[in-house]
């Protein structure tokens, strides 16, 4: 196994250190080399940093606080006091990469069947490129926290970013050494068929 898979962990506190422009672009790198479904590379990224952080985690706040009066998603109510949480990770945390789905249809309207196949293969997509740009960050030395708390505040990011967040990826030297999360065992999760 790959040591950086054995590594990696959801960091939650970082240092001030800044995380130098050429290793973001490493990890956004690594991001564009993941597969995607048809080869469509789906992903567009507006990397985060200083006043700009600033101005999304605004957004991301006035999402929070719109969600609680006016939800776009009612049955997660529950979960808003965790993506205040995520959000008080990424203030600390010296950038945030934010991915925008730039292929899918606007979630919010109505899809052919064909559109939401495509939005699927699309998440899966974002997904590798998620998984590449953590993994790589741990390889380099860096932190992450994978973030789709986003969706709380999807109206106000879509304008913010001007286009469609899928997840966002908090970034920088980390400031824990969390242990490892337990995990299912192979045999606990898999079906064997020959």
């Not at 006091?81 to 600390?92: E, K, M």
């Not at 913010?160 to 606990?188: K, V």
């Amino acid at each position: 196994m790959l040591p950086a898979i054995a590594d990696r962990r959801s960091i939650r506190r970082y240092k001030e250190e800044p995380v130098p422009r050429e290793a973001i672009e490493a990890v956004l790198q690594a991001g564009i080399l993941a597969p995607s479904s048809k080869n469509r590379q789906p992903w567009r990224f507006v990397a985060a940093t200083g006043r700009a952080k600033a101005e999304a985690l605004g957004m991301m706040a006035a999402g929070l606080d719109r969600e609680a009066r006016r939800p776009l998603l009612p049955e997660s109510s529950g979960y808003l006091s965790g993506a205040r949480q995520t959000l008080a990770v990424v203030a600390q945390a010296p950038v945030a990469v934010f991915v925008i789905d730039a292929l899918s249809p606007d979630p919010r309207s109505p899809q052919t069947p064909e559109e939401r196949i495509y939005s699927l293969c699309n998440a899966q997509s974002i997904g590798a490129c998620m998984e590449n740009m953590a993994l790589t960050a741990t390889a380099m030395g860096l932190g992450s926290l994978w973030i789709c708390d986003t969706y709380f505040a999807y109206e106000e990011l879509c304008t913010w970013l001007g286009g469609r967040p899928a997840a966002a990826l908090a970034l920088g030297y980390p400031d824990e050494d969390p242990p490892p999360r337990p995990r299912r065992r192979i045999s606990d999760v898999t079906e064997w068929r020959s």
